[in-house]
């Protein structure tokens, strides 16, 4: 990619960004938008309706002084431990970069573009030139000045080790801090059983009860067996429909908080007319009561004990003699279970991992097409020779630095938006009991495919793609790695912008939120109301790998192409401020698994250290200077032994609390005066939603409240006034 095309991406991203920070900072100040750009303020009343119009038209930043002064506390508090280690991911990812810019920027550049190993070139036509003029490929072979590079190596590696051993300890330190200041939580007591036997003649529930009687005799309390619901969550969301149809059709007109300002309606389906409410509801009563019989039984239970120890050791030990049977693990949050799971088998949950190995497998090969799109779409020459037709059109200068320097990253921008949720489907049909472990399973998928399919094959495909020779050839691939990523360091450059840059300034303006919220007000006419809105989560398995191949394209190109630093600095600077904004206006949590991904955070960054000292080693071989190759060889090496350390020093404080902080915990509860109460709710915790009484019935011929309906003693603010004044307005007093 020449200079060019890299500046014209760079335009049209920097004018959509200003585009997309502009409209924000004006329509969320709409009443109409409230629940597009600030629901948890407004389901918090921490907002007021403000009067001047003239204001509301006037775009302000004062929302990101509000999102700058977030203190970590208050981030915490609000959203959770989640939250907090996704915000010190780019913290920790501003840190090393910052340092890495000013060595990259003022040392190394300057080596570089001195450097005569490339054609000599005119400054005066430099936007026709290619990037590798600012590259290490422009160094002289052999030159001394290639030390500089080597020792900026070490130092980058020294320093990124440093940084993530200081951060896992504080994330380890933040987890068992958080755990200690937490009251007592149904999970830490609740312990989840698979495979559980059943006698003849007897039933799930009681082969549960006799055999924790019998093994925890002093610390056993109850149980609760989970039962076969599937038809009965069809049947809830049918009577759901129906009860909230009225609702709608009945509502008075908008007010200041509708999605709806327009008089004109499109009628329902007769379809939804025809069923009746009574009927429904009937059969909805039926089918829990059969539910609850022993034959919808799935063999699977909740166990509770009186104690966190014991549960922890319940939930470590095998307790049968067949390893299939009495399969025992810690329960998540009841609101973190994810119900569907329970009915499958050992067997199935064992073919289904395999199964979804293989898929991803073959989503990863299916993947490679838009690559090779977006590969010949780099490659002008390429491309006019696989579509001669055309080149009339390509000789165009601006339409040739369109198609080259952004058409190839938007193209690869929307074809990896659909990867996520689709590693988030196989993960839930994985056989994880929650929905954090769902997103955990995704992130790491995600992460490795992103890695795979926009690094190594962008990289690989313009030189060894179809040599699989070459691929097969280990010993050589430092060497092919040191040809090929200096080459790609302008579209990674434009990838950052595409990908980062606008991707996360649309996250901001949600983009397609807004024109969701354009087609109800213009065309449907549905009221939004409190009771039925639900606010809306971060989604960590498509955020936390994005974070993160963007630090893995730092480090990587830290020392090859420093030009690439500033672009990530102001992708990090913008996501730091634009997520924290989100965590106080839009994000609520919906689970928490107290900070179980920064493990994920700590192995990427480890493997883009190796993965940059293999590229090192062979840019040293190729540029005839062995002792610095002979000198990068122990870092590798070195870095994994750090690596084993910290998994050795961490990581079990992340798969499980220790014995000390539960019995710790469990003393300061024996004489805790509300104990006796916790653990008779206790037992109605993991009740299955479906099961549950429903209160629809009570909603017939009541129309929607509004927000004069909701007294401000039954809801507590998420943050404090002066928060989210200056979060919308601008720290004025909205009246």
Not at 2 to 18: E, F, K, R, T, Y
Not at 227 to 233: D, E, F, G, P, V
Request: proline letters at 5%; charged letters at 15%; hydrophobic letters at 45%.
């Amino acid at each position: 990619m020449i200079v060019s095309a890299l500046l014209m991406s760079v335009g049209i991203n920097s004018s959509l960004c200003i585009l997309f920070f502009t409209l924000y900072s004006i329509i969320r100040k709409q009443p109409g938008y409230y629940y597009v750009y600030v629901p948890r303020l407004l389901t918090a009343k921490g907002i007021k309706r403000i009067r001047d119009r003239m204001r509301r038209l006037l775009p302000s930043s004062d929302w990101v002084k509000a999102a700058w002064k977030l203190s970590e506390e208050d981030l915490l508090s609000t959203s959770g431990l989640d939250a907090v280690v996704f915000i010190r991911i780019i913290i920790l990812s501003l840190k090393i970069f910052s340092f890495a810019g000013v060595i990259g920027l003022f040392v190394l550049l300057p080596i570089n573009c001195a450097g005569t190993q490339l054609a000599a070139f005119d400054i005066t036509v430099i936007s026709s030139e290619t990037l590798d003029l600012f590259t290490i490929s422009n160094v002289n072979n052999g030159s001394k000045w290639l030390w500089v590079h080597c020792s900026a190596v070490y130092l980058i590696t020294c320093l990124v080790c440093f940084l993530l051993y200081h951060e896992y300890d504080y994330v380890c330190s933040k987890r068992i801090a958080y755990f200690y200041s937490a009251k007592p939580q149904p999970q830490q007591f609740t312990v989840l059983v698979r495979g559980i036997p059943v006698p003849p003649g007897s039933s799930v529930s009681e082969s549960v009860d006799n055999f924790f009687k019998e093994c925890y005799p002093s610390t056993y309390l109850s149980h609760v067996v989970i039962h076969r619901t599937n038809k009965l969550y069809n049947l809830i969301n049918d009577v759901k429909k129906v009860y909230r149809r009225p609702l709608h059709l009945q509502s008075e007109p908008a007010d200041e908080y509708s999605t709806c300002d327009t008089p004109f309606r499109i009628s329902s389906h007769k379809s939804d007319h025809d069923k009746k409410p009574e009927h429904l509801e009937e059969n909805r009563i039926t089918e829990q009561s059969y539910s609850s019989f022993s034959g919808k039984e799935v063999r699977s239970a909740f166990v509770f004990f009186k104690s966190r120890f014991t549960a922890a050791i319940a939930s470590r030990l095998q307790q049968s003699e067949k390893p299939t049977q009495w399969v025992t693990e810690q329960a998540p949050e009841p609101n973190d279970v994810y119900w569907p799971v329970f009915h499958s088998t050992f067997f199935r949950r064992w073919m289904s991992r395999v199964v979804i190995i293989v898929v991803s497998i073959l989503l990863t090969v299916l993947f490679l097409l838009p690559v090779v799109i977006v590969q010949s779409l780099a490659n002008l020459s390429q491309l006019e020779i696989w579509f001669p037709f055309l080149k009339s059109i390509l000789s165009a200068k601006i339409i040739s630095q369109i198609v080259t320097g952004y058409l190839p990253n938007l193209i690869l921008q929307l074809s990896v938006k659909l990867v996520p949720p689709v590693m988030e489907f196989l993960s839930s049909i994985q056989g994880h009991i929650s929905y954090s472990e769902i997103q955990r399973s995704a992130c790491d998928k995600f992460l490795w495919f992103i890695i795979w399919n926009i690094f190594f094959a962008n990289v690989l495909s313009g030189s060894i793609f179809n040599q699989l020779s070459v691929l097969l050839d280990l010993r050589n691939i430092p060497s092919h790695l040191a040809v090929s990523v200096p080459a790609q360091a302008s579209f990674f450059i434009a990838y950052v912008v595409t990908s980062g840059w606008t991707s996360t300034s649309s996250d901001l303006f949600r983009v397609f939120q807004f024109i969701q919220s354009l087609f109800q007000r213009c065309c449907c006419c549905k009221r939004t109301d409190l009771d039925e809105f639900e606010l809306p989560y971060i989604l960590y398995h498509r955020e936390i790998p994005k974070v993160l191949f963007f630090g893995l394209l730092g480090i990587t190109y830290f020392f090859l192409a420093p030009l690439i630093l500033p672009f990530l600095l102001i992708y990090f600077f913008l996501a730091y401020i634009i997520y924290k904004n989100q965590f106080i206006n839009v994000y609520a949590p919906k689970f928490e698994s107290a900070g179980k991904f920064w493990p994920t955070v700590h192995n990427c960054m480890i493997f883009s250290l190796v993965l940059m000292h293999a590229i090192a080693l062979g840019i040293f071989t190729l540029k005839k200077v062995r002792s610095a190759s002979t000198l990068i060889f122990p870092l590798p090496l070195l870095t994994l032994l750090f690596n084993e350390y910290c998994r050795k020093r961490f990581l079990p404080n992340f798969v499980a609390y220790s014995a000390e902080s539960l019995i710790k915990k469990d003393k300061e509860d024996w004489n805790d005066p509300e104990m006796p109460q916790f653990f008779s709710e206790l037992v109605t915790a993991y009740m299955d939603p479906a099961l549950s009484p429903s209160q629809l019935s009570n909603s017939i011929g009541h129309t929607s409240s509004t927000r004069s309906d909701i007294s401000d003693d039954s809801i507590t603010p998420l943050l404090s006034h002066s928060v989210f004044n200056a979060s919308l307005w601008g720290g004025g007093q909205a009246v």
